[in-house]
């Protein structure tokens, strides 16, 4: 048995973290042994590397924040999910191993016949996606939206949710090379992000009122992002690829009436009642087994080979996710 664990943070996230072998302890009552699946590498996992994330756990500690398993064994006494059972692992569980102990009662059952890659995104991409469409801007069927980093895990899933309930979306990325992939997931409008932003997608949408603008990046980002939003629009930022600080003009925010909010995922599933979460988590999940759900990978690794994992998914110019698919024997 492997995880990945880390003692100490630093700039380069890779340096900071090893594999290192272990045993599973005894089972106690409550408990599941679960073999890991797959686990994907979020930006999120980098800062909590780098120590520049919002939430860091003490250390030591395993890295990983979401991903599936199928369970093991089962603690004496226990009830929960049955042996052979595919589950959602408990969120910061540590899920760069291949082997972890969680409490049987927050594993989730998830279809055992779905692909075990694509469920093991469920925890923070998809319900991100989902959340930003249906908890800002008051979309109707048939209006317009604009998201930057498109090409993003988040921005992938914006894409196919935003055309499953009839929006049309506006796709920023930024490097040429990425439009043809966001126009195959059914991007209406792909473009590469520049100072002309907001000239070039009034153009390409006849001069639609767009109502929502959703921000992965920060800093100039957000206020391109901003001029091509209709007068009382939204921008809703959830994270800053670009490393700085959101920036909106007095001319957008006082004379235009556009609202800057920001959304992070953590604190959702922190006030959100248990019978909400897990009602999306489902049909999220019956999406992704369905098929009408996916995003691409770039890569995956085994947990023995975690540095280099970490520093493929902290390098830029990815058209895909980076996961953890851990070797099993036998």
């Excluded at 126009?183 to 520049?194: F, L, N, R, Y």
């Excluded at 085994?302 to 540095?307: A, G, L, N, R």
Aim: net charge neutral; glycine share 12%; with cysteine.
């Amino acid at each position: 048995m492997l995880k990945a664990q880390y003692t100490q943070r630093g700039p380069v996230p890779q340096d900071v973290i090893a594999a290192v072998p272990f045993e599973a302890p005894a089972l106690a009552a409550g408990q599941a042994l679960v073999a890991v699946l797959a686990a994907p590498i979020n930006p999120s996992d980098v800062l909590t590397l780098t120590g520049q994330y919002g939430i860091l756990p003490p250390l030591p500690a395993v890295g990983g924040s979401e991903g599936v398993g199928r369970v093991v064994a089962l603690g004496p006494q226990t009830e929960g999910p049955a042996v052979g059972q595919t589950v959602l692992l408990p969120p910061g569980s540590g899920t760069w191993a291949t082997h972890l102990v969680a409490p049987a009662a927050a594993l989730v059952p998830l279809p055992n016949q779905a692909d075990p890659q694509q469920l093991a995104m469920l925890t923070v991409n998809p319900p991100t996606a989902a959340l930003l469409l249906s908890d800002f801007g008051h979309l109707q069927p048939g209006d317009w939206l604009i998201q930057n980093s498109a090409n993003s895990g988040v921005g992938s899933y914006v894409t196919q949710l935003a055309k499953q309930r009839g929006f049309k979306t506006v796709n920023v990325v930024r490097r040429e090379s990425a439009v043809a992939g966001v126009q195959a997931q059914g991007g209406d409008v792909v473009v590469v992000d520049g100072d002309d932003l907001a000239a070039r997608v009034k153009a390409a949408t006849d001069g639609a009122a767009i109502k929502l603008g959703i921000d992965a990046v920060g800093g100039a980002a957000t206020m391109r992002l901003a001029a091509t939003l209709a007068e009382g629009a939204t921008v809703v930022n959830y994270g800053a690829l670009s490393g700085e600080p959101c920036v909106v003009s007095p001319r957008e925010l006082v004379f235009r009436d556009i609202t800057l909010k920001g959304f992070w995922l953590a604190r959702w599933y922190r006030i959100t009642p248990p019978a909400r979460t897990r009602a999306l988590l489902g049909e999220l999940a019956g999406l992704i087994a369905s098929g009408q759900l996916r995003t691409a990978i770039q890569a995956t690794y085994d947990v023995s080979q975690i540095k280099e994992a970490v520093a493929a998914a902290a390098s830029g110019g990815r058209d895909g996710k980076i996961l953890i698919v851990p070797r099993h024997e036998g």
